[in-house]
């Protein structure tokens, strides 16, 4: 056996289904080529949704009303729970609605930039284009946006860009775009055509004759484990922030639809993106379960200071102006406050690694409202910022009026995932991945807003447009039962891992892998990377694996409803995704958006990306449990956005 | 439509408030006629004639009473019925307590089962005493009207029972109006403040004016 | 804090349940709730018994997955959902009772955990604006009033956790259904399905086996959205106006 990092390079891979030609035709070209099913034999094809968030929940909807038979699953009691619930800030589209300069190409060309160059082209392009529609849906849907007193919508600017296009419904912007989609998806469950499966969990993929043909999934409540035959599966199933175990990610949130089917051939691209959100309540202790986003506006009006000397335990208020580092002002003197996440949670770091963090365990950094108080008086921060206030105080039992807020970052967004075609499709045919699960279109850092959305986008308008072409040329599948051999083996691994995790007995909880683990991803494939650091974390996984599959300890059985069990298997593909995220980060010695590489800065400390060598998607193939996979370099070609370096200095 | 209403909860609600509100008015006109007490036999055994009489020529005489005694038994076997139809439905609907119980929401929303029991037993007592005579405590007389309402309170069950009913009616109707009011659609966050005020005069002026009687015969103001 | 947890224990929806008690030691006032539960539970898997089970997923206050009664309170004493109190709320050396929402239309899975189903069901019946995807129009076609649109939106807040039914002595959805009716009808987008929405999710709802509302209040009171208990009144009013439009057609 050969090391894990002695990876090998293989063929390139390719986009084959963007057309050619000028960018904002390309949308319009695919759809035409596309072939169609026609309308009476839609109901003949099933399509397997895994997944009810955003891109899930459009994605079922939107196949449902178009005739095809969904049949439908998530781990929640109910659709209506998936976590794009929990996005606060906003929505982007490009509805120039303010009349000040925005528009398709300007969005694309944000994104593009925002992602630090590591997204492909055509498809950030399509989304811009497609974000008008979202809105115009949404609202037909009665999503409650935040609206003016003359009726029309209000927007507001999001995360460092220069033009307002960031549509809202107050700090819940997230749970009303689910909500909308949830009803789109209850009217077609009550039409009869979705058969939805709440509380079920995708455990494997069905792949038959080199086509994805189902799926194998776990009933939550008595423990089942059945097979569900489709002609086509849609992986919505989000991120996989939750492998460094504490994230604003929510707690049942896993990878294990997205790992099983790169387990079964599809690629997976750039795993070591992740963003880590600046803004987040700080941990208080060893039993931390999550992390809780404050929304990043804050940073408008708030000043983040540390103490200048190491050690410095005064309480904020006691410490003199000339003894506080307002360091972000001092570093980044014309953006201050404002720099783009990655570059403040970078700093936060910084200041907190040299001992100078504020609060338990010296993880933290003052957020101080004292003089946006003193400027703006304490009404206007209260009707600007207030119901975050009160929510940091609920959960910190501290007065944000009074005492500085403290804030850390925390691991928030996956933008790696399925690597995925302009199509959506993964390499497996037959297998798309929407939403956060794939990878397409935030390349290295996601901008503000946008999660929302790529979700929507993929789930209303792509997907629907795509997943037709790939029916349509395969029109005639052969059936598959559950008595298949392929069914029968892929069944048969299932009920043996599970078994395996409840028969070993041992003497450590689930937990405790899952924070082992995710402290370890945390220190060497956080925030900033080095070399030996992720080396280490390498070197250290397979003996964590090792010792998992010793040392488990799963009560009860398989036949009922076992959280516990739930949870071991989740960290069982955890600790093989982590290696994965780990050898990305080493292969990539370049620093691009959220992979912060230490080898590769500028003498001020910047990220230096490296062009000529990584600008490349990198899709992995998996060859086997700690075998080391092979990379796929998807090369990407910048016509419209000119690679340049950032610099916020 | 009466079957949609009548088969929804909503619906047995609005038959609930409509039908209350039917019985309020009346005791509302009940109250004021019992306060004529005050002003001697004859004014009140006047009164109690000119019941009978009321919308003569054009009515028969005691056929608009006994179109208003029509309407209180379809607005109190409506409102007893559904009243027992949903709290039968929400027992149902709830049917293992908490442990660890709490009283929960205010005395005259917790009363208004029971408060509602109460006061239909009354009912019965009421028309057996005062109108066919058949549980009065002496000679019943018909026609005579303000001397069985003195014997009656003057016994002390008589007055115990009918304290304790108007009582019970006072926390009904404290909940009841302002409850229909909801159901009936027409409450509202900036008319809220007013329905609970005049659910609370009504409830006390009722009580109050009711229990005058008893009181003025055990003070002796009435003999 | 040392603390003494009485907890519902429930094998299974067929099995019978009882109040197991447990005994926990070094909680810190800055665990949630959920993490106190954490803690008990890793403590129970080490000793080979079987965990207690509870929903929760976001742990920040708006999945609605959390759903726990504590000392006979939706939620616990604050105002806010089960993954949102924080053990700051109690004393040390308290004894504290945990149990399921408790009604008809919600079984008992396990332990803590119940089907919630029935509000699906009820969002099925008409929680939702037919908009098929692509058909929509321009955004700013319709303008929508602010006042109506901060109406909707206050009435959309709704998480569907269910505290509602788990606080009311006659375990009513009204206040659930009534948020989503009043969301969706003050819109015009939800103007053409305004009559049938409400028939039919008040329908739904009676056929899910909820009680009917006494206007006890406790449901609001439990809201950790502060949906108001004036949404019944105004469901109450479009159930009506609903009923008489359809019969006159």
């Known amino acids: 056996m050969t090391s894990y990092t002695d990876y090998t390079t293989g063929e390139p891979v390719v986009d084959t289904k963007a057309p050619a030609g000028p960018i904002n035709e390309r949308w319009d070209k695919r759809r035409f080529e596309a072939k169609l099913v026609n309308p009476a034999n839609r109901r003949k094809h099933t399509v397997i949704v895994v997944g009810t968030g955003l891109a899930g929940g459009s994605a079922g909807a939107t196949l449902a009303e178009q005739g095809y038979k969904v049949v439908q699953f998530c781990y929640q009691d109910s659709p209506r729970r998936a976590h794009s619930i929990a996005a606060q800030g906003g929505i982007n589209a490009a509805k120039n609605y303010r009349n000040d300069g925005d528009s398709i190409h300007r969005l694309f060309y944000d994104t593009v930039k925002g992602g630090d160059?590591?997204?492909?082209?055509?498809n950030v392009h399509r989304l811009a284009q497609i974000s008008v529609e979202i809105i115009d849906q949404c609202v037909a849907q009665g999503v409650p946006f935040a609206r003016e007193y003359g009726g029309l919508l209000d927007t507001r600017s999001f995360g460092g860009v220069q033009v307002s296009r960031t549509f809202y419904a107050r700090g819940q912007t997230g749970q009303q775009l689910l909500l909308g989609a949830y009803q789109a998806l209850s009217r077609q469950i009550a039409a009869g055509n979705i058969e939805m499966h709440p509380r079920t969990e995708m455990l494997d993929l069905i792949?038959?004759?080199?086509?994805?043909r189902g799926i194998v999934a776990r009933d939550l409540i008595t423990g089942r484990i059945d097979t569900y035959f489709a002609d086509a599966v849609v992986l919505a199933s989000g991120g996989y922030g939750n492998v460094f175990y504490l994230s604003t990610n929510a707690m049942n949130s896993n990878a294990t639809a997205i790992w099983r089917a790169h387990r079964r051939g599809a690629y997976f691209a750039n795993p070591c993106f992740t963003q880590i959100h600046p803004t987040c309540i700080p941990r208080t202790g060893d039993h931390q379960s999550k992390l809780t986003l404050m929304s990043e506006s804050l940073r408008n009006d708030g000043r983040i200071w540390v103490p200048k000397a190491k050690g410095d335990d005064r309480p904020p208020n006691r410490i003199p102006e000339d003894e506080r580092d307002y360091y972000l002002e001092r570093i980044y003197p014309s953006f201050g406050n404002l720099v783009p996440r990655d570059i403040a949670?970078?700093?936060?770091?910084?200041?907190c690694d040299e001992g100078r963090g504020v609060g338990p365990g010296g993880q933290g950094v003052y957020l101080d409202f004292a003089d946006a108080i003193k400027r703006m008086g304490r009404k206007a921060v209260e009707a600007k910022y207030g119901n975050l206030f009160d929510m940091y105080q609920r959960i910190t039992d501290e007065d944000p009026y009074e005492v500085p807020m403290r804030i850390y970052p925390a691991v928030h967004y996956t933008m790696g995932g399925l690597w995925v075609d302009y199509d959506l499709q993964t390499t497996i045919p037959g297998l798309f991945a929407v939403g956060e699960a794939n990878f397409s279109d935030h390349g290295a850092n996601r901008l503000g807003a946008s999660a929302l959305m790529q979700g929507l986008a993929d789930g209303y308008f792509v997907l629907p447009a795509t997943i037709n072409?790939?029916?349509?040329?395969?029109?005639?599948?052969?059936?598959?039962?559950?008595?298949?051999?392929?069914?029968?083996?892929?069944?048969?691994?299932?009920?043996?891992?599970?078994?395996?995790?409840?028969?070993?007995?041992g003497d450590r909880t689930p937990d405790s892998f899952h924070r082992e683990l995710g402290e370890l991803m945390w220190e060497f494939c956080g925030?900033?990377?080095?070399?030996?650091?992720?080396?280490?974390?390498?070197?250290?996984?397979?003996?964590?694996?090792?010792?998992?599959?010793?040392?488990?300890?799963?009560?009860g059985t398989g036949e009922e409803f076992n959280q516990s069990l739930e949870k071991a298997n989740r960290i069982v593909d955890y600790l093989e995704l982590a290696e994965l995220m780990c050898l990305d980060a080493l292969h990539r010695s370049e620093s691009c958006g959220g992979h912060f590489r230490e080898e590769s800065q500028t003498p001020d400390g910047e990220a230096a990306r490296k062009d000529e060598e990584f600008s490349y998607a990198a899709a992995w193939e998996f060859t086997g449990t700690g075998e080391a996979p092979t990379l796929h370099k998807e090369d990407l070609v910048f016509e419209y956005v000119h690679p340049t370096q950032r610099s916020y200095a | 439509m009466a079957r949609t209403v009548w088969d929804s909860t909503v619906g047995k609600k609005t038959v609930m408030a409509v039908s209350g509100l039917i019985m309020l008015l009346y005791l509302v006109a009940h109250m004021i006629g019992n306060l004529k007490i005050f002003f001697g036999a004859g004014e009140f055994n006047h009164y109690a004639h000119w019941l009978r009489t009321v919308g003569e020529p054009f009515m028969h005489y005691e056929w608009t009473l006994w179109l208003i005694r029509a309407v209180l038994v379809v607005a109190v076997v409506a409102h007893a019925v559904s009243a027992y139809q949903l709290s039968r439905r929400d027992i149902r609907a709830r049917p293992s307590k908490y442990v660890h119980a709490r009283p929960r929401a205010s005395y005259a929303t917790r009363t208004m089962r029971w408060g509602g029991i109460i006061l239909a037993l009354f009912i019965v007592w009421h028309l057996l005493d005062l109108t066919t005579g058949t549980v009065h405590s002496k000679g019943f007389q018909s026609g005579h009207p303000y001397q069985n309402v003195v014997d009656t309170f003057s016994t002390w069950y008589g007055n115990v029972i009918y304290i304790v009913a108007m009582l019970a009616l006072g926390l009904h109707i404290r909940h009841g109006f302002w409850s229909a009011a909801q159901t009936l659609g027409v409450g509202s966050r900036t008319r809220d403040r007013a329905l609970k005020t005049v659910a609370n005069v009504l409830a006390l002026l009722l009580t109050a004016g009711f229990i005058a009687v008893p009181v003025g015969v055990m003070t002796g103001v009435v003999s | 804090m040392k603390l003494t947890l009485r907890v519902w224990r429930q094998k299974n929806a067929d099995a019978d349940g009882a109040m197991s008690t447990y005994e926990v030691d070094g909680i810190s006032p800055d665990m949630s709730f959920l993490e106190m539960l954490d803690t008990l539970n890793e403590e129970l898997i080490l000793k080979g018994e079987d965990p207690v089970a509870f929903d929760h997923d976001c742990r920040e206050g708006i999945c609605g997955a959390c759903s726990l009664v504590i000392n006979g309170d939706a939620h616990g004493p604050e105002r806010t959902t089960t993954c949102q109190l924080h053990m700051r709320s109690f004393q040390d050396g308290d004894t504290i009772d945990v149990e399921p929402w408790r009604a008809a239309a919600f079984p008992v899975v396990k332990d803590l955990v119940v089907d919630r189903s029935a509000f699906d069901r009820i969002i099925q019946a008409g929680g939702y604006i037919?908009?098929?995807?692509?058909a929509a129009p321009e955004a700013h076609a319709t303008p929508v009033p602010k006042p109506d649109a901060d109406f909707a939106f206050e009435h959309a807040e709704c998480i569907g956790c269910g505290a509602c039914v788990a606080a009311c002595p006659n375990g009513a959805a009204m206040l659930f259904t009534s948020a989503k009716i009043n969301h969706l009808n003050v819109l015009p987008q939800g103007a053409?399905?305004?009559?049938s929405r409400v028939l039919d999710m008040v329908a739904q709802m009676d056929e899910e086996?909820?009680?009917?509302?006494?206007?006890?209040?406790?449901?609001?009171?439990?809201?950790?959205?502060?949906?108001?208990?004036?949404s019944i009144t105004s469901m109450n009013k479009e159930w009506l106006r609903a009923t008489r439009k359809v019969s006159r057609k």
Request: glycine letters at 8%; a neutral charge; aromatic letters at 4%.
């Open chain 1, 117 to 122: 160059f590591r997204a492909r082209e055509s």
């Open chain 1, 207 to 212: 792949v038959i004759d080199g086509r994805a």
């Open chain 1, 345 to 351: 949670s970078r700093a936060a770091k910084n200041v």
């Open chain 1, 469 to 505: 072409d790939y029916l349509a040329r395969n029109p005639h599948q052969d059936e598959v039962g559950a008595g298949h051999p392929v069914v029968q083996e892929v069944l048969a691994e299932t009920e043996d891992r599970l078994n395996l995790l409840l028969a070993v007995d």
């Open chain 1, 527 to 555: 925030m900033a990377r080095t070399d030996s650091g992720l080396r280490k974390a390498l070197e250290r996984i397979p003996q964590i694996r090792e010792e998992f599959w010793r040392r488990i300890k799963v009560p």
């Open chain 3, 130 to 134: 037919t908009a098929p995807t692509g």
């Open chain 3, 192 to 195: 053409p399905e305004r009559e």
């Open chain 3, 209 to 230: 086996g909820f009680g009917g509302c006494t206007l006890t209040g406790e449901c609001a009171t439990a809201c950790p959205k502060g949906i108001p208990l004036m």
